[in-house]
């Protein structure tokens, strides 16, 4: 069976704040990591996609970094904003297209 | 362009009813995904057309549940007769190339489902 953990399942941060969670995947047959950004009542939004061991994306405040070998993603936001508040998705690839969601962490951020 | 887009956005039926769903891709999209989030749970894969083939479906809870993609444009989920336990958002999702898992899937607003 095939699991995509995140922690923590929740997160509040002031405004200004650096924070960090995780996305853990098995790390056999692996293909991609997704990470996604979802507001309430909003679709899911894609932020990175990676497939290489030691890939790192960065998209403005917001970077992730990969390690396929022992099966964990990071997604760092740097100096949290109160329109950061969302819940943040990973999804594991393993091949054949199946894509297999974490619960996600959701953010909130206090200005 | 248009994104992902499905329709109703609500749904409420009763318990035995049908409810057909539908989910219009970015145009050009060849992959085309359903999702379903039942509250409080993660997002869980239903299945995947490429054009009008199911490539996938092993996540299609049981037969009650037939998903359709005839011409390999728009796609329907239909459910009958719908049971309590299907309520939630059903999520639609496309992504361009045939051959590209790591291609990034564009979501659709959902269909929320409400079975009484």
Redesign the interface.
Known sequence: ILN?EQSPQSLHVQEGDSTNFTCSFPSSNF??L?W?RWETA?????LF?M?LNGDEKKKGRISATLNTKEGYSYLYIKGSQPEDSATY?C?F?S??????????TRLFVKA | EA??TQFPSHSVIEKGQTVTLRCDPISGHD?L?W?RRVMG?????LL?FVKESK??E??MPNNRFLAERTGGTYSTLKVQPAELEDSGVY?CASSPSPGE??????????TRLTVL
Do not use: R
Not at chain 1, 42 to 46: G, H, I, L, M, V
Not at chain 2, 41 to 45: N, Q
Not at chain 2, 101 to 110: K, M, R, S, V
């Open positions: 995509v293909y991609a997704h996604y909003k679709s899911p939004e894609a996609v497939t998705l999804a690839s091949g054949g297209f199946k894509t297999i969601f974490g619960a996600g | 994104g992902v992959n995904y999702y749970k993660e997002i869980k894969f995947h490539q996938d092993s996540g999520f898992e790591t291609d990034t899937q564009y979501f659709g607003p959902g």
